[in-house]
């Protein structure tokens, strides 16, 4: 004989019911839309809803750093071997299949700054500085100035490069190439091109460091304006449609004229700060 179900039983027994059940939806749960058939939203891309399992979010996990397109890793390999093809489709609408290029970007800059950081990496530029402008007699007081500002910029120097540096070169670039890009265009080739730098710049600081004897700077701004150089030369012919030489006269002009306005705005802000 059946126990008796109770009002309260009942009540208790609802909940399991309702979580056990799968998740069913007549519209998206994300925009709302009209769920038609397929595994996915027509108007958001969102799949269908279910339950969250272990074997699912242990799939979602493996999946963003193996997915052999999207993922960071896949990524960081098409920016580095294939810059002028992630300009192209990017300029033509060809975007979903890649990882995000200015969260790659921020990412990139954040874990350089931290290893810079962590090796001191351009600390050896301020102290050399600082010699050098000593031995032309220079106030004690002076040259405590030199040492926090080198400092500063040492701790923040990724950070200045994405802030002030990127704008500044997607304007040169946007005016040397303005026929085939506007200005958003050109921020997002050094957008691609400054991810290449930094993945780059990852791997070589200790090298850089251990063939400079701690004092890396110059060497440094060479390695930026030689990879600045190679990727817009690479950018122009596999994306732009440009003949070796077009590409390579407008890349020189866009790092000569980048490094000449970066060594004025640099020096305006260090005699702004040092002389006052």
């Not at 052999?68 to 390999?77: E, L, Q, R, W």
């Not at 002028?84 to 890649?98: F, I």
């Not at 993945?199 to 090298?207: I, K, S």
């Not at 060497?219 to 077009?246: E, K, N, T």
Request: overall charge positive; proline content about 5%.
């Amino acid at each position: 004989m059946l126990p008796l179900s109770t009002p309260a039983m009942v009540a208790e027994a609802a909940p399991t019911a309702v979580a056990a059940s799968p998740l069913v939806a007549e519209q998206c749960l994300n925009c709302e839309q009209p769920l038609a058939t397929g595994p996915f939203c027509p108007s958001c891309g969102q799949q269908r809803p279910h339950r969250l399992s272990t074997a699912h979010v242990l799939h979602e996990l493996v999946h963003v750093f193996t997915h052999a397109d999207k993922s960071i890793f896949g990524y960081a390999g098409q920016v580095l071997l294939h810059p002028g093809r992630v300009v192209a489709d990017y300029l033509r609408g060809r975007r979903k299949h890649y990882f995000n290029p200015f969260q790659f970007l921020l990412i990139m800059v954040g874990l350089v700054t931290t290893a810079g950081l962590l090796l001191h990496f351009y600390e050896g530029t301020g102290a050399g500085v600082v010699q050098s402008m000593a031995k032309h007699g220079v106030s004690a007081e002076r040259l405590a100035r030199v040492s926090k500002y080198f400092a500063y910029i040492s701790k923040y120097h990724n950070v200045w490069w994405l802030l002030l540096l990127l704008p500044l070169y997607s304007l040169v670039t946007w005016g040397m190439y303005r026929r085939r890009l506007n200005f958003a265009e050109a921020f997002f080739v050094h957008v691609v091109i400054g991810s290449a730098f930094h993945v780059l710049l990852l791997l070589a600081m200790l090298p850089i460091l251990w063939l400079t004897k701690g004092q890396p700077g110059n060497q440094a701004s060479l390695f930026q304006s030689v990879v600045v150089c190679g990727y817009l030369v690479a950018i122009g012919r596999q994306a732009l449609g440009l003949s070796w030489g077009g590409a390579f006269w407008r890349a020189v002009a866009v790092v000569v004229l980048g490094i000449a306005l970066s060594w004025q705005l640099n020096g305006l802000v260090f005699r702004w700060y040092v002389f006052g």
